[in-house]
């Protein structure tokens, strides 16, 4: 029995799984970079409204991002 298709079929789903990986970890550093930019617009909303908006947001934020990402957002807060 001749193997040597599986192996050819096995070779290019290797390099199409690879080619995925890339793409992911792409968007993933561009998620990363919009979220960065993104972020000071998140404080806006309390110039117009309050805390009390911005704070609801900040909570969600909190939550979402974990306990390292809040103490990062205090301490820019000053």
């Known amino acids: 029995m001749n193997v040597q298709p599986v192996l050819d079929a096995l ?6 799984a690879r080619a995925a990986a890339d ?3 792409t ?3 561009w998620l990363r970079d919009a979220e960065t930019q ?3 617009l998140a404080r806006v909303p309390s110039m117009f409204f309050g805390s009390s908006l ?7 934020s909190r939550a ?7 103490l990062a ?3 820019m807060r000053g």
């Open 38 to 40: 993104l972020e000071p």
């Open 11 to 16: 070779d290019i789903q290797e390099d199409a």
């Open 54 to 60: 911005s704070d609801e947001g900040s909570q969600t």
């Open 27 to 29: 968007l993933q550093a």
């Open 64 to 70: 979402r991002r974990g306990p390292v990402a809040s």
């Open 73 to 75: 957002t205090l301490r």
């Open 23 to 25: 793409n992911l970890r």
